[in-house]
């Protein structure tokens, strides 16, 4: 099965940058798509960035859009989201998910396989 670790977070001032990344193994076939994830405490988890596999196409949700970018390095095992001018509202464990099947690309529900998470703390 997809197995998929994220690596990056930690504790950040407001204003400053920090880049997470989340590697993947098992079967390439089951990963049409990744992306990424956040849950704020006390929140639901959301959707804030999806890239496809076949062509590498983003997608950012209007929450993020222009402070994070999402890529896919050359082998297509490894995603990247790279995020500039953090917030305080940015604090969350962040998860990289992929997934087979999607049609909503910012559903938790799309998604078949999870990480465990990294934390981001965002302080002012």
């Known amino acids: 099965q997809v197995q998929l670790v994220e690596s990056g977070g930690g504790s950040v001032q407001a204003g400053g940058s920090l880049k997470l990344s989340c590697t993947a193994s098992?079967?390439?076939?089951?990963?049409?798509?990744m992306g990424w994830f956040r849950q704020p405490p006390g929140k639901a988890r959301e959707g804030i960035a999806a890239?496809?596999?076949?062509?590498?196409?983003?997608a950012i949700a209007d929450a993020v859009r222009y402070r994070f970018t999402i890529s896919l390095d050359d082998t297509k095992n490894t995603l990247h989201l790279q995020i500039h001018n953090v917030r305080p509202e940015d604090t969350a464990v962040y998860y990289c998910?992929?997934?087979?099947?999607?049609?909503?690309?910012?559903?938790?529900?799309?998604?078949?396989?999870w990480g465990q998470g990294t934390q981001v703390t965002v302080s002012s």
């Open positions: 890239i496809s596999i076949s062509d590498s196409r983003p």
């Open positions: 998910a992929a997934g087979a099947y999607v049609a909503d690309l910012f559903s938790p529900r799309e998604y078949n396989y």
């Open positions: 098992g079967p390439s076939y089951r990963r049409t798509h």
